[in-house]
């Protein structure tokens, strides 16, 4: 009867552990299509676009308004808010900027707590 307790115990133990997996897995790929518009968007704009100069963007002073990036850059998607922001850099030896799209969200973790999670999109833009 022990061993049977025991085994019980496990198995609802690991059912736990699969959902928080299924959550997880889940929010990345939200966060994953979040982040691929954003870079499809920024990808799409002229190479002296405002959005696009040297710097982190959006800033506080930043019109976005102009239909071409989301003005409040969250993203509700789910139970879940998605932040992006994006930093661009220049390459001057080959025309190139750098531009590295970021994904925020918290996700609750039963054992853990709340955390932030990050995914990163890096794309390059030639003249």
Known sequence: MAVMAFG???FMFMQGQ???????????GRATVVAQNYNETLRA???NNSLLSIGSHPSASEDTSDGTVDSKLSTKYG?????????VTNNKTNNLK???VNTKWQLKDNQ???QTKNLNFTLLKSK
Do not use: P, S
Not at 18 to 28: D, F, K, L, S
Not at 79 to 87: G, K, S
């Open 112 to 114: 853990l707590g709340i």
């Open 18 to 28: 699969a959902a928080q997996g299924r959550t997880a897995g889940r929010e990345m």
């Open 98 to 100: 750098t531009i590295v």
């Open 79 to 87: 139970n879940f808010i998605y932040d992006t922001t994006w930093t």
């Open 8 to 10: 019980l115990l496990g």
């Open 45 to 47: 704009l002229k190479y």
